[in-house]
């Protein structure tokens, strides 16, 4: 299992437009793409920051995770996410290891990457994210 870098940090957001007034507008981040990412019932902005992306998360369904999330705890921090070599193979480290994963097998998330989440009771509250490139 290796961990080769933060590929991003995601916020969620329940207005992309004004959530660009600060990461776009006031520091500077240019947004290469907006994706619909169906499997999440969310839409994404990216916006890469030296290596890494600040990604803006909006529901597109009142009844999605992240819409959930934004209902109970309002906009912010949603997860980080890292780049793994082997998410097969890293997931099934850490279920060894007694991590609780949200996602025991890997399903497919924007830009056609293979994603899993581990649950934050296993990170000490932080949602993670772990992908490889498909």
Same mark, same amino acid.
């Not at 207005?15 to 007034?21: F, H």
């Given at each position: ?13 329940? /207005?992309?437009?004004? %959530? ?13 793409? =907006? ?13 890469? %920051? %030296? ?24 906009? !912010? ?20 290891? *007694? ?11 924007? *830009? !056609? ?10 990170? /000490?509250?932080? =949602?993670?994210?772990?992908?490889? /490139? %498909?």
């Amino acid at each position: 299992m290796t961990v080769k870098r933060i590929d991003h940090v995601a916020i969620v957001v329940d /207005n992309i437009d004004n %959530a660009l007034s600060f990461w776009r507008d006031a520091l500077g981040l240019d947004m290469t793409h =907006l994706e619909e990412v169906k499997e999440q019932e969310s839409i994404v902005a990216f916006l890469p %920051a %030296a290596g890494s992306e600040v990604e803006l998360v909006k529901p597109t369904t009142e009844t999605s995770g992240v819409a959930k999330y934004l209902a109970k705890r309002g906009p !912010g921090m949603h997860h980080i996410c890292f780049e793994v070599d082997d998410i097969e193979e890293t997931l099934a480290q850490m279920k060894a290891r *007694g991590v609780k994963l949200i996602n025991e097998t890997p399903t497919i998330g924007a *830009g !056609g990457k293979k994603i899993a989440f581990v649950h934050p009771s296993s990170t /000490n509250g932080v =949602l993670v994210e772990l992908y490889q /490139n %498909a």
